[in-house]
Protein backbone atom coordinates (compact mmCIF):
# COMPACT_ATOMS: atom_id res chain seq x y z
CA UNK A 1 0.00 0.00 0.00
CA UNK A 2 1.39 3.59 -0.99
CA UNK A 3 1.83 6.00 2.00
CA UNK A 4 2.99 9.33 2.40
CA UNK A 5 2.77 10.38 5.47
CA UNK A 6 3.46 14.17 6.59
CA UNK A 7 4.34 15.74 9.65
CA UNK A 8 5.97 18.54 11.39
CA UNK A 9 3.17 20.87 11.34
CA UNK A 10 1.53 23.45 14.09
CA UNK A 11 1.54 26.82 15.04
CA UNK A 12 4.00 29.36 15.00
CA UNK A 13 4.04 32.90 15.24
CA UNK A 14 4.60 35.09 11.77
CA UNK A 15 8.26 35.76 11.51
CA UNK A 16 9.15 31.75 12.68
CA UNK A 17 10.04 28.38 11.01
CA UNK A 18 9.26 25.53 10.42
CA UNK A 19 10.53 21.90 8.61
CA UNK A 20 7.37 19.68 6.95
CA UNK A 21 8.53 16.07 6.41
CA UNK A 22 7.18 13.78 4.08
CA UNK A 23 8.02 9.74 4.33
CA UNK A 24 6.98 7.59 1.41
CA UNK A 25 6.23 3.80 1.87
CA UNK A 26 4.67 1.01 0.16
CA UNK A 27 6.67 1.87 -3.41
CA UNK A 28 9.98 3.34 -4.71
CA UNK A 29 9.70 6.77 -5.67
CA UNK A 30 12.98 6.74 -7.27
CA UNK A 31 11.81 8.47 -10.24
CA UNK A 32 8.97 10.20 -9.34
CA UNK A 33 8.95 14.06 -8.70
CA UNK A 34 7.78 14.99 -5.62
CA UNK A 35 5.50 17.97 -4.30
CA UNK A 36 4.40 20.08 -1.50
CA UNK A 37 0.63 21.65 -1.93
CA UNK A 38 -1.71 23.66 0.61
CA UNK A 39 -5.16 24.27 1.31
CA UNK A 40 -6.34 27.39 3.31
CA UNK A 41 -10.01 27.40 4.16
CA UNK A 42 -12.22 28.42 1.49
CA UNK A 43 -9.95 28.59 -0.90
CA UNK A 44 -8.39 26.17 -4.20
CA UNK A 45 -4.99 23.87 -3.59
CA UNK A 46 -1.72 25.78 -3.86
CA UNK A 47 1.11 24.51 -5.12
CA UNK A 48 3.67 25.31 -2.86
CA UNK A 49 6.95 23.51 -4.09
CA UNK A 50 8.36 20.69 -5.99
CA UNK A 51 11.49 18.58 -6.78
CA UNK A 52 12.63 16.09 -9.28
CA UNK A 53 13.43 12.25 -8.52
CA UNK A 54 17.57 13.33 -8.72
CA UNK A 55 17.00 16.40 -7.09
CA UNK A 56 18.68 18.65 -9.67
CA UNK A 57 15.52 20.75 -10.32
CA UNK A 58 12.63 22.50 -8.20
CA UNK A 59 10.40 25.04 -8.52
CA UNK A 60 8.44 27.04 -6.13
CA UNK A 61 5.44 28.80 -5.73
CA UNK A 62 5.33 32.41 -6.47
CA UNK A 63 4.16 33.29 -2.73
CA UNK A 64 6.81 31.08 -0.93
CA UNK A 65 10.12 31.79 -2.96
CA UNK A 66 12.92 32.99 -1.15
CA UNK A 67 11.46 31.51 1.98
CA UNK A 68 10.40 28.17 1.22
CA UNK A 69 13.17 25.12 0.68
CA UNK A 70 12.23 21.86 -0.74
CA UNK A 71 14.83 18.90 -0.39
CA UNK A 72 14.68 14.98 -0.62
CA UNK A 73 16.89 12.21 1.11
CA UNK A 74 15.97 9.22 -1.26
CA UNK A 75 17.79 7.02 1.37
CA UNK A 76 15.33 8.11 4.02
CA UNK A 77 12.45 7.91 1.48
CA UNK A 78 11.96 11.36 2.88
CA UNK A 79 10.89 15.29 1.61
CA UNK A 80 11.31 17.86 3.69
CA UNK A 81 9.76 21.49 3.29
CA UNK A 82 11.78 24.04 5.22
CA UNK A 83 9.47 27.27 6.17
CA UNK A 84 11.06 30.42 6.99
CA UNK A 85 9.51 33.50 7.67
CA UNK A 86 6.08 32.44 8.19
CA UNK A 87 3.39 34.79 7.24
CA UNK A 88 -0.07 34.15 8.30
CA UNK A 89 -1.39 33.78 4.71
CA UNK A 90 0.92 30.71 4.89
CA UNK A 91 -1.71 29.22 7.15
CA UNK A 92 -3.58 25.85 5.82
CA UNK A 93 -3.28 22.27 5.51
CA UNK A 94 -0.32 21.26 3.97
CA UNK A 95 0.02 18.04 1.54
CA UNK A 96 2.95 16.11 -0.09
CA UNK A 97 2.12 14.53 -3.47
CA UNK A 98 3.73 12.07 -5.65
CA UNK A 99 3.93 12.27 -9.01
CA UNK A 100 5.21 9.55 -11.75
CA UNK A 101 4.52 12.44 -14.82
CA UNK A 102 7.59 13.87 -14.77
CA UNK A 103 8.58 17.79 -13.38
CA UNK A 104 5.13 19.35 -13.42
CA UNK A 105 3.83 21.31 -10.84
CA UNK A 106 -0.61 21.07 -11.18
CA UNK A 107 -2.14 18.97 -8.65
CA UNK A 108 -3.75 17.07 -11.47
CA UNK A 109 -0.50 15.82 -12.24
CA UNK A 110 0.11 14.29 -9.09
CA UNK A 111 -1.01 10.71 -8.74
CA UNK A 112 -0.47 9.80 -4.95
CA UNK A 113 -1.72 12.41 -1.80
CA UNK A 114 -0.69 12.42 1.58
CA UNK A 115 -3.96 12.96 4.72
CA UNK A 116 -1.90 16.75 5.16
CA UNK A 117 -0.54 18.35 8.18
CA UNK A 118 -1.95 21.76 9.70
CA UNK A 119 0.04 24.88 9.58
CA UNK A 120 -1.38 27.36 11.32
CA UNK A 121 1.10 30.85 11.60
CA UNK A 122 -0.37 33.49 14.15
CA UNK A 123 -0.28 37.45 13.57
Known amino acids: QVQLVESGGGLVQAGGSLRLSCVTSGRTFDYYTMGWFRQAPGKEREFVAAISWNGRSTHYGDSVKGRFTISGDNAQNTVYLQMNSLKPEDTGVYYC????????????????WGQGTQVTVSS
Open 97 to 112: AASRNGFHYTARSFDY
